[in-house]
């Protein structure tokens, strides 16, 4: 099994493989003759390159197309449950876990409450076994993974594999090579919102574009995630996105970070809840309760999400007045509520100045919800298979 995996990893930095597998992904089903003509390699190439593939179990032949001619041509295709990926998001709540086949189907999907839990190496650990229970269940065997790829809220150096600094969850300077000995497979991080964006730019309600767009993710705090020309946007000490810790409020609020009237205090899921609860006097720590209030016209719940709203919006209309962006899409638990928040939304970026409007720049709502960083981050280690280089693209 060993000898399996590690020859498909060198096989994956085949190009001419990795060609192939990219094509098969994008048109689903084809014959050699048609992967030949797209990939514009040799017949025989093909042919050799697919034999090792279905050897792999990675391809299967799945039937035959109408003859031009002749013998009627094998239709081959991707075996989606032919390898796998493990997406993980660390929350300071909770732990989120899904198992995703290659076509980035969610097949299993765990979850454990932290309770306070702050010693990454006991999370990590927790974190395994809740993985080895979930490929045991779904009888997946070791290299048919091809990773697992970590989403955390912070500031992540992914190629030092550290993670720098991550306020809400009361750590730093965390080298997750030290992890490296405790799974069996390939780990990657990624910062949670850049997770999220990526996972929305491949699989979400981003237009297939290469695009300059902004992923704002609203969770216990407040991450941003930039698209600069189809790709994630780092900056020089992959930092950038730190939106959620620009000063937007007032110097009274002060932020797990250390600095004051940070933009996550006012926009954070937990500002919306802690806001409410301040006013109403109930103790309302569920996003879709808040919503249910609002939707019986609750003055608190609707006084809350009209303040809430503008704060929201004050941070967005700073983003798009430095970074000119195309797309705007919010994401989070919150944005199952798109039918009560765009047209609201809408109104308060989009009025009142000079600079922008509502068709240059476009105001968009998450359509994987809570979902968007963990799928994103179980495409981390799928990328080598699917994508030719770091650049994200659309195959759908
Ligand atoms: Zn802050």
Not at 53 to 68: C, F, P, Q
Request: neutral net charge; charged residues 25%.
């Amino acid at each position: 099994m060993l000898k399996l995996h590690s020859m498909d990893r060198s096989r994956i930095a085949d190009s001419n493989i990795n060609k192939i597998i990219q094509i098969l992904y994008k048109h689903r089903e084809l014959t050699k003759h048609d992967i030949a003509a797209i990939s514009h390699l040799s017949i025989p190439t093909v042919t050799n390159n697919l034999s090792k593939l279905i050897e792999d179990g990675l391809v299967t032949e799945s039937g035959v197309a109408e003859s031009t001619g002749g013998r009627k041509p094998v239709l081959v295709k991707l075996v989606p449950d032919s390898r796998f990926s493990l997406g993980v998001d660390i929350s300071p709540l909770k732990v989120r876990i899904i198992l995703t086949n290659l076509f980035t189907e969610i097949r299993a999907e765990a979850e454990f409450e932290l309770d306070g839990l702050k010693d990454m190496t006991k999370i990590m650990n927790k974190i395994k076994t809740y993985i080895l229970d979930m490929l045991e269940k779904n009888n997946i065997k070791d290299w048919q993974l091809t990773g697992v790829g970590f989403s955390i809220p912070g500031t992540v150096n992914k190629e030092k594999m550290i993670l720098e600094m991550a306020p809400n969850l009361g750590v730093k300077n965390i080298d997750f090579h030290d992890f490296s000995d405790v799974f069996d497979y390939p780990i990657y991080i990624e910062n949670e919102a850049n997770a999220a964006a990526y996972g929305e730019s491949i699989l979400g309600s981003l237009p297939k574009e290469k695009s300059n767009s902004i992923y704002i993710s609203i969770t216990e705090g407040l991450g941003v995630g930039i698209i600069m020309n189809g790709e994630l946007y780092k900056g020089s000490n992959h930092r950038a996105g730190e939106f959620g810790h620009m000063r937007i409020g007032s110097a009274e609020k002060e932020c797990q970070c250390g600095r004051v009237g940070c933009w996550e205090l006012y926009g954070s899921e937990k500002a919306l809840l802690t806001a409410y609860n301040e006013v109403s006097k109930h103790n309302v720590q569920d996003i879709h309760e808040f919503f249910q209030k609002y939707e019986e016209k609750e003055a608190a719940a609707c006084n809350t999400l009209d303040s809430y709203l503008e704060y929201l919006a004050r941070g967005i209309q700073n983003i798009i007045l430095g970074l000119d962006p195309k797309y705007i899409v919010i994401g989070g638990k919150i944005s199952e509520y798109k039918h009560v928040l765009l047209p609201l939304m809408r109104k308060k970026v989009f009025t009142s100045n000079t600079f922008y409007n509502e068709i240059e720049t476009k105001l968009l709502f998450s359509d994987l919800n809570k979902n968007a960083s963990l799928l994103g981050a179980s495409l981390i280690p799928l990328k080598n298979l699917l994508y030719s280089n770091m650049e994200i693209r659309k195959w759908r």
